[in-house]
């Protein structure tokens, strides 16, 4: 009998065991998370306090399905707001984070727009160079090798604009930025015709004539203004200086000396505005066709239907 019942208690122990060996296995699985809150707050723009509720929900359910997202739209709402080094490091957070996420392209690609909106071109080619290297499949890619173009254009660099832009219409001739890149390499071709004034040419007439530097730079009345100045000055101190007053010929001839080092000086200066006037004029147009091409509005959202953040370029 007592072999009995030590069988039966043996058999209840292993069963019960067994019981709770099952349950942990087919353990419910995570269960979303309710982000409608967050949602709404992010949906009406009020994206600082969207930042904290997404923060809270990543904090809270670390483990529940497309946490990826709820990470992503933290950083999203931190970009749209303006705080874009937090953008930055939520961002980074999400690519370290979730290495195998959908999002870790697109967030690599905000990563650059953050760094270009925070006027760090340099480092924001440098994002925008690794991000194509990583991610050439990526449908951000043609946006992100366009971009790159836009760069350079902003930094005056119109040969490599024109060899970026010509690869991007080769590379995706069926994208959207194709057809704008190929717009964009023909008028980009004429900014070696662009007016220029050469700053020793300049100096050099200025030396000769005094003003004449300015004229030639196309300021006309700085430059008479600076030849009647060292014209009346030079003739006052030969004047004097035959009455042989020195104590005034000396004095009026030092000042006539200094504007007409200070037209030299100017007659240079001017001549570099003149060209950087042109190239900024030449600029403001290449970044009036990008505008009114209407390639930089929304990104599309993917396919779970989580809107993204706007680029919001700089032209």
């Given amino acids: 009998m007592k072999t009995i019942f030590s069988i039966s208690t043996q058999y ?13 296995a087919l353990a419910s699985p995570a269960v979303a998370i309710k982000s409608d809150f967050a949602d709404s707050l992010f949906q009406e723009g009020d994206y600082l306090n969207a930042a904290h509720e997404y923060k809270r929900l990543l904090f809270s359910h670390p483990d529940a399905p497309q946490i990826d997202f709820v990470a992503f739209r933290v950083a999203a709402s931190y970009q749209n707001t303006g705080k874009l080094e937090n953008a930055i490091r939520a961002y980074q957070l999400l690519i370290n984070t979730y290495p195998k996420s959908i999002l870790v392209a697109r967030a ?9 909106l925070l006027g760090n071109s340099k480092q924001g080619l440098a994002s925008l160079t690794r991000f194509l290297s990583e991610h050439k499949e990526s449908s951000l890619a043609p946006r992100a090798h366009f971009t790159i173009g836009m760069l350079h254009i902003d930094n005056g660099e119109w040969a490599q604009a024109n060899s970026v832009w010509n690869d991007v219409f080769l590379t995706y001739p069926e994208s959207p930025f194709a057809k704008v ?3 964009l390499v023909h008028t980009v071709k004429n900014a070696d015709a662009l007016p220029r004034r050469s700053p020793t040419i300049a100096g050099a007439l200025s030396a000769l004539i005094p003003g004449s530097g300015q004229v030639y730079s196309g300021w006309t009345m700085n430059g008479l203004y600076a030849f009647v100045s060292v014209a ?16 005034v010929a000396i004095p009026v001839g030092v000042l006539g000396l200094f504007l007409y080092g200070n037209s030299i000086h100017q007659s240079i200066q001017t001549a570099r505005a003149f060209n950087l006037q042109q190239e900024q004029h030449f600029r403001n147009q290449l970044q009036q066709e990008i505008r009114d091409s209407g390639l930089f509005g929304t990104i599309s959202p993917p396919k779970d239907q989580i ?3 706007l680029w919001k370029s700089r032209f």
């Fill in 307 to 309: 809107a993204l953040v």
């Fill in 181 to 183: 890149s190929e717009k």
């Fill in 232 to 247: 009346v000055l030079g003739s006052a101190s030969f004047y004097y200086a035959d009455q042989e007053r020195y104590e």
């Fill in 108 to 116: 690599k690609n905000n990563i650059a727009q953050c760094h270009v």
């Fill in 12 to 24: 209840r122990f292993v069963s019960c065991a067994l019981h709770l060996i099952l349950l942990c």
